[in-house]
């Protein structure tokens, strides 16, 4: 196993970083939730934020700070988790995408449980 040099090396990154893709092209223009305007900002924001604090996170060279940033990135999954229940019930997304959306969430969020766990381990 290769060590991880920079953020970009981390999965959870790689994952979140898909995720933001998935999120703007779900709310993308022509889309149904396109035009609910503080839906479409509030769920792109928490999505980027996932991805954004765990590359901040690990720029800051302390894995404690690095523990901490990914629990803020964590409660990011959970707010777009919840965001696509509404987007779901309001027909923005299909039932099919919604499902699928959550399910690639809760896999994120378990692997930036996981590495936050297994830093707070090293600070132990």
């Not at 035009?35 to 894995?63: H, L, P, T, V």
């Not at 997304?93 to 297994?118: D, F, M, N, P």
Request: charged share 30%; glycine share 8%; hydrophobic share 35%.
């Amino acid at each position: 196993m290769e060590k991880v040099k920079t953020f970009e090396d981390l999965w959870i990154w790689q994952q979140a970083r898909i995720l933001v893709k998935d999120i703007y092209a779900d709310f993308g223009r022509g889309r149904t939730g396109c035009q609910d305007f503080g839906f479409k900002s509030q769920i792109q924001k928490a999505g980027i934020s996932i991805m954004n604090n765990i590359a901040e996170g690990f720029e800051r060279n302390s894995n404690n700070e690095f523990a901490r940033f990914l629990d803020i990135s964590k409660g990011s999954c959970g707010e777009v988790r919840s965001m696509y229940y509404p987007a779901e019930d309001l027909k923005y997304v299909t039932r099919h995408i919604a499902l699928e959306r959550r399910e690639k969430v809760k896999q994120l969020s378990a692997g930036i449980a996981s590495l936050a766990s297994h830093l707070r381990k090293k600070i132990e």
